[in-house]
């Protein structure tokens, strides 16, 4: 048996995660709401895979935690699956925060077929985050450069600010700003913001 520890805030969720995997090789120990109290579950060292949510309850990151959990135990194995579409998360996420990473809506397949592979030893990534239609354009129009100076501007940078963070000019921070207003057939900057957040382009909440 593989014990396994499921993490979602979602309760709905993370029933349907735990009823998966029970069906399946898998014995499900814990499971939390919370990526910071698995982590602490994890102590005890005989815990094989942490099915791991990125945003768990009070925000609390589970790429942080996923993290911190595969530096102190290397049997451990973390899969993130998530319905962020944030480009950062999948990054954060093969940068150490989880063995493997895949979205929520690929369906129970797909994430069991991941869960398997990851736990014979491969690291399982999409080769981007899923594309979102943004009004009239998709989310995969803004480029990378464009995706930093947004991400600044969402945080509260000014244009100043994102200028000096990216060593631009203050012109420039505010043509590509304009180029993404203008593709996407919004009204203004702050119609821009509200899609960008309510489609979860961009997190600003994770606490670490």
């Known amino acids: 048996m593989i014990n396994t520890i499921v993490v979602e805030d979602n309760v709905y969720i993370q029933k349907h995660f735990m009823n998966l995997l029970d069906a399946a090789r898998f014995r499900v ?16 060292g005989n815990i094989d895979l942490v099915l791991m949510d990125v945003q768990t309850y009070r925000n609390h990151s589970g790429l942080a935690a996923g993290k911190r959990i595969r530096q102190k135990y290397r049997r451990t194995k973390v899969v993130i699956v998530t319905s962020l579409i944030d480009p950062a998360i999948l990054e954060q996420a093969k940068q150490g925060a ?13 994430i069991m077929d991941v869960i398997e592979r990851t736990l014979n030893g491969e690291r399982i990534f999409p080769d981007s985050s899923p594309r979102v239609e943004m009004k009239e354009m998709f989310s995969s129009d803004i480029t990378p450069r464009q995706m930093e ?29 304009d180029q993404i207003v203008e593709k996407g057939g919004f009204q203004n900057k702050h119609e821009l913001l509200a899609v960008v957040i309510e489609n979860r382009l961009i997190v600003t909440t994770l606490e670490e």
């Open 29 to 44: 120990v814990d499971s939390f709401r919370d990526a910071f109290e698995a982590e602490e579950a994890c102590r005890g």
């Open 98 to 110: 989880a063995d493997s990473l895949w979205y929520k809506d690929h369906g129970d397949d797909e």
């Open 149 to 177: 100076i947004l991400r600044r501007f969402v945080y509260g940078m000014t244009y100043e600010e994102i200028a000096e963070n990216l060593k631009l000019t203050k012109r420039g921070v505010r043509w590509n700003l």
